[in-house]
Every structure is written in C-alpha cells, then in structure tokens.
C-alpha cells in the first residue's frame, strides 16, 4: 500500500476521490463496445459531514461508491483515504488482501435489507462476523453484538434470533449494527432507506444522524431521493450519465440550482410547505436517461436540457467554479442570473 504523508491532503478532508473512471466492456448487436459508467469523478468527503450522490438511477452514483469502497477495480484514477493514524492511503491499486484492515474503516449498508442479510445466520453471527473475521473472540463479540443492537434500538436479547423475525426497518437498522461492529470512520449507504415506508425512513434516518453524532461518524448517502438528501447532506453531487453536473453545499443548491438537470431534479420535489416553495423557473424533466454506451455527444444533457443550444451538443461543459460551487454548464452565469430563488 502506498502511504502518504498526513499533508498530501487537507486535515479536515477523509476521503479524496481524484479522476474516477469506471468502463465496462459490453456485448451489443453489432460486437463489444464501452460502457462509461462512471467518467473522471473527483470530490473530496470531509470528516464529519454527510455528502450526498444524487440522480436518476444510471447516474453511476452507486459504481462511484463501490469504486470508492474498492468493490470494483477502477479504470483510471485515485483513491485516497486518511486512515485513523493520521496518515493518507492511496488505495486505488490494492488487491483484496492488501484491503482488508482497511475495510474496518469504511462500511456500506445496503438498499435491500432482506437479501443483504444471510437468512440462516443469527443477528449475533450476522452482527459478530466482521469482527471475528478480524479476530474477535467470542465474549467480546457477545458483548460488542448486545451493544451495538441497543444502539440502534434492538433489544440485546434478540441476538439468538434470525432475521426473517424482523420487519423492513428493524432489518435496516441489523445492517446498520453489522455496518458499526469494526467502528468505521465512513459509512456508505446505497439507497439505504429508499424500499421503506416513509415513517419508518424517517425513523432510520433520525437514527443515523444520531448515531453519527454519537461515533464521528462520516456519511456518503447516494440516493435518487433529493427530498431526503436536503435534510441529511451537508454537501451534494448531482451526476448525470457517469459525471458531475452540480457540487456544492446543500442549502446553497436547493435555493438556488445552477444545472438545468439539478433544477428539473428539485422541481420533482414535493414541498408541502407552501412557505418554502420554490418560485421562479419550474422545469419537468422529459425523457429517459440515455445509455452510457452511446451517450449524446456535448453535453450528455443536452437532450433533454430546455436551454440547449447547438454549442451544447457540440462541446463537451468543463465542470468548473461558479458562485463558490461546481457547474458543468455552458451557461451556469446566464442561467443563474435568471435564476430560481428559495
Ligand atoms: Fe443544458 Fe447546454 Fe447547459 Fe448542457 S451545457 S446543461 S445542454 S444549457
């Protein structure tokens, strides 16, 4: 593994994600040709916060995060994380091996809480694993197990019982304590409250905001869902078609979209308080996202983007700062000055 010195990244920065590209090669009709998931992507996560990864499934929001988490080998690019000594690992090129102490530190709690968990096993084994995969013996796991199920509201006594006995939520929250087990310092959540009511989300939620209150813990929320994102994420990426359209800080975004997908996501929205609608332009977003092996050349969005001009199917936008965030826009200014306001 390749160590870096604390400096290679700013102190208050955990994750740094430099250039990510993720291809995939993909049989078509006419032979093989690339899929371009996921395409130069670069953002910083900061300790503490939760930074969200929003848009359309296809987006390749949840390759972003397998990349990061190192489920998938990358194409091109750079990973860096600041382990809990301090120090920077580049963790781009590790294989599985080289990875596994890291993996104590950065977890991932799943979408779909009833095939993530491993019907045969007991909360206790399905809880304990990680840590006795890292050598844990049986007592501190029994221990750790009945306090990590009353950390997220389960009571230590159900360790002997076997997931099926548990509803959506309460197995959402088993995969949260399996998530907690190694104290990890990143967490990522992959749609993780998106197949559960509403009530019961917003439970789950509450629950990971106190949790990462209580644990330092820090949070990359990827989800299609930007009604929950402006609650929970101190920051957001909107990618569309495997790059970023739109980074920046939450509040600043939603008051005020600068990408026309960002905006068209934010009109999708419902806001039931009448106090906080969002005036000025209102665009619905037409269309399907289109494959990534044949994406519209210039601006990916330009099919679908109501302020298109010819420049725009020609000319691939840089992403670039405008108004203290990140624009991938030809006419991010123009477009601003008319803008939405809260
Ligand atoms: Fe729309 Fe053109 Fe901006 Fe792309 S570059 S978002 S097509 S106005």
Same mark, same amino acid.
Do not use: W
């Given at each position: 593994?390749?160590?870096?010195?604390?400096?290679?990244?700013?102190?208050?920065?955990?994750?740094?994600?430099?250039?990510?590209?993720?291809?995939?090669?993909?049989?078509?009709?006419?032979?093989?040709?690339?899929?371009?998931?996921?395409?130069?992507?670069?953002?910083?996560?900061?300790?503490?916060?939760?930074?969200?990864?929003?848009?359309?499934?296809?987006?390749?929001?949840?390759?972003?995060?397998?990349?990061?988490?190192?489920?998938?080998?990358?194409?091109?690019?750079?990973?860096?994380?600041?382990?809990?000594?301090? =120090?920077?690992?580049?963790?781009?090129?590790?294989?599985?091996?080289?990875?596994?102490? $890291?993996?104590?530190?950065?977890?991932?709690?799943?979408?779909? %809480?009833?095939?993530?968990?491993?019907?045969?096993?007991?909360?206790?084994?399905?809880?304990?694993?990680?840590?006795?995969?890292?050598?844990?013996?049986?007592?501190?796991?029994?221990?750790?197990?009945?306090?990590?199920?009353?950390?997220?509201?389960?009571? %230590?006594?159900?360790?002997?019982?076997?997931? /099926?006995?548990?509803?959506?939520?309460?197995?959402?929250?088993?995969?949260?304590?399996?998530?907690?087990?190694?104290?990890?310092?990143? $967490?990522?959540?992959?749609?993780?409250?998106?197949?559960?009511?509403?009530?019961?989300?917003?439970?789950?939620?509450?629950?990971?905001?106190?949790?990462?209150?209580?644990?330092?813990? =820090?949070?990359?929320?990827?989800? /299609?869902?930007?009604?929950?994102?402006? /609650?929970?994420?101190?920051?957001?990426?909107?990618?569309?078609?495997?790059? $970023?359209?739109?980074?920046?800080?939450?509040?600043?975004?939603?008051?005020?979209?600068?990408?026309?997908?960002?905006?068209?996501?934010?009109?999708?929205?419902?806001? %039931?308080?009448?106090?906080?609608?969002?005036?000025?332009?209102?665009?619905?977003?037409?269309?399907?996202?289109?494959?990534?092996?044949?994406?519209?050349?210039?601006?990916?969005?330009?099919?679908?983007?109501?302020?298109? =001009?010819?420049?725009?199917?020609?000319?691939?936008?840089?992403?670039?700062?405008?108004?203290?965030?990140?624009?991938?826009?030809?006419?991010?200014?123009?477009?601003?000055?008319?803008?939405?306001?809260?």
């Amino acid at each position: 593994m390749s160590v870096l010195p604390a400096e290679a990244m700013p102190a208050e920065v955990l994750v740094r994600v430099e250039g990510l590209s993720k291809h995939f090669g993909v049989k078509t009709g006419s032979g093989q040709a690339l899929l371009r998931a996921v395409d130069d992507v670069s953002f910083d996560i900061r300790k503490g916060e939760t930074f969200g990864l929003v848009g359309e499934s296809g987006s390749g929001k949840s390759t972003v995060a397998r990349l990061m988490l190192r489920a998938y080998r990358l194409t091109a690019g750079r990973v860096l994380f600041r382990l809990s000594d301090g =120090t920077v690992a580049d963790i781009s090129a590790l294989d599985d091996r080289a990875m596994r102490p $890291i993996r104590r530190e950065m977890q991932m709690i799943f979408q779909d %809480p009833y095939s993530s968990l491993n019907p045969r096993m007991t909360l206790r084994d399905l809880i304990g694993e990680p840590m006795s995969v890292h050598g844990a013996t049986r007592a501190e796991i029994d221990a750790r197990v009945a306090e990590l199920l009353a950390c997220v509201g389960l009571r %230590p006594e159900y360790a002997g019982r076997y997931p /099926h006995a548990f509803s959506g939520g309460q197995r959402q929250r088993i995969g949260i304590a399996r998530a907690l087990a190694l104290s990890p310092a990143l $967490i990522a959540a992959d749609e993780a409250v998106s197949a559960l009511d509403v009530s019961v989300a917003a439970q789950n939620i509450n629950l990971l905001q106190d949790l990462q209150e209580q644990f330092d813990l =820090t949070y990359l929320f990827i989800t /299609h869902d930007l009604g929950m994102v402006e /609650h929970i994420s101190n920051r957001i990426a909107v990618m569309y078609l495997g790059r $970023i359209v739109e980074l920046g800080e939450t509040e600043e975004i939603f008051a005020r979209p600068m990408h026309p997908y960002t905006e068209a996501l934010l009109g999708a929205v419902p806001q %039931p308080d009448p106090r906080k609608r969002r005036s000025g332009r209102r665009q619905v977003l037409k269309g399907e996202v289109p494959s990534a092996v044949n994406p519209p050349s210039g601006c990916a969005f330009h099919p679908r983007c109501p302020y298109a =001009t010819e420049r725009c199917a020609a000319e691939l936008p840089a992403l670039r700062e405008v108004g203290g965030r990140q624009v991938r826009c030809h006419f991010a200014e123009e477009l601003a000055l008319q803008g939405v306001e809260a």
